[in-house]
T-cell receptor, first 112, second 110 residues
Framework: DGGITQSPKYLFRKEGQNVTLSCEQNLNHDAMYWYRQDPGQGLRLIYYSQIVNDFQKGDIAEGYSVSREKKESFPLTVTSAQKNPTAFYLC???????????FGQGTRLTVV | EDQVTQSPEALRLQEGESSSLNCSYTVSGLRGLFWYRQDPGKGPEFLFTLYSAGEEREKERLKATLTKKESFLHITAPKPEDSATYLCAVQEGSARQLTFGSGTQLTVLP
């Protein structure tokens, strides 16, 4: 089955720790995205990548980092510099311009 | 200033009671407007793309329309399984990423 796989589904982090969220797609899409969703709010863009080895900051990139070493993979690291990391994180991909994005099932990160 | 505004924030309908959700946008150079459905704890599921004013798209009980300033998602004779949060997003100018509204949480009561 083609799709986007995010792991883990639930993640707990102690304050001061970095954690990495995985996102893999087998749709052969060029573009990949990371969004954050807080209760009662829409999705906010963290980072996006249009091609391998290139990525751009979104609206709320502070405290996050990404890499795009392979077309299929776009991991997100939540660093200790992110002051309020508890949220639902969504990864998406799209094949090209003017096309819809397809989403994974999300990772819920909780700081304990 | 919000680029994408959805209303109402929440909507409760009786089964079979038709209604509409609104998505207004202020972006210039709209390239596409997208509707998604999101169930609790899940990722958004794509429903429709609209590209220009006057376009309409239909899927089962849902129909999406687009004007130069807003889009409507019409729900005809809804069923309880239509209960979800409906998200609207826009793509503007040369950007490939989507800008989302806050969503409308729809509850359909049996």
């Amino acid at each position: 089955d083609g799709g986007i796989t995010q792991s883990p589904k639930y993640l707990f982090r102690k304050e001061g720790q970095n954690v990495t969220l995985s996102c893999e797609q087998n749709l052969n899409h060029d573009a990949m995205y990371w969004y954050r969703q807080d209760p009662g709010q829409g999705l906010r863009l963290i980072y996006y990548s249009q091609i391998v080895n290139d990525f751009q900051k979104g609206d709320i990139a502070e405290g996050y980092s990404v890499s795009r070493e392979k077309k299929e993979s776009f991991p997100l690291t939540v660093t200790s510099a992110q002051k309020n990391p508890t949220a639902f994180y969504l990864c998406a991909s799209s094949p090209g311009d003017n096309t819809e994005a397809f989403f994974g099932q999300g990772t819920r990160l909780t700081v304990v | 200033e919000d680029q994408v505004t959805q209303s109402p924030e929440a909507l409760r309908l009786q089964e079979g009671e038709s209604s509409s959700l609104n998505c207004s946008y202020t972006v210039s150079g709209l390239r596409g407007l997208f509707w998604y459905r999101q169930d609790p704890g899940k990722g958004p599921e794509f429903l429709f793309t609209l590209y220009s004013a006057g376009e309409e798209r239909e899927k089962e009980r849902l129909k999406a329309t687009l004007t130069k300033k807003e889009s409507f998602l019409h729900i005809t004779a809804p069923k309880p399984e239509d209960s979800a949060t409906y998200l609207c997003a826009v793509q503007e100018g040369s950007a490939r990423q989507l800008t989302f509204g806050s969503g409308t949480q729809l509850t359909v009561l049996p």
